[in-house]
């Protein structure tokens, strides 16, 4: 699917997310990466063969005061 060099991490790499973006839509909350990942603002990911990875924010900073 890639032709860029040196190539996209495919799908089922650790360091998918580092795929080059191919197409932008913000307003609607979701990207396409190179490597075929749909990925989401809220950090959830498709991947091309249908799997669901769920949204992995990093959680938040206890240390703050509410």
Same mark, same amino acid.
């Given at each position: 699917?890639?032709?860029?060099?040196?190539?996209?991490?495919?799908?089922? $790499? +650790?360091? #998918?997310?580092? $795929?080059? *973006?191919? $197409? %932008?839509?913000?307003?609607?909350?979701? %990207? *396409?990466?190179? !490597?075929?990942?749909?990925?989401?603002?809220?950090?959830?990911?498709?991947?091309? !063969?249908? =799997?669901?990875? =769920?949204?992995? #924010?990093?959680? $938040?900073?206890? +240390?703050?005061?509410?």
């Amino acid at each position: 699917m890639c032709h860029h060099m040196p190539p996209c991490p495919t799908a089922d $790499a +650790s360091d #998918r997310e580092a $795929a080059l *973006l191919i $197409a %932008s839509h913000p307003e609607q909350g979701w %990207s *396409l990466l190179c !490597n075929g990942i749909l990925l989401f603002e809220d950090t959830g990911e498709i991947l091309p !063969n249908g =799997a669901i990875i =769920a949204p992995h #924010r990093p959680p $938040a900073d206890a +240390s703050v005061a509410a």
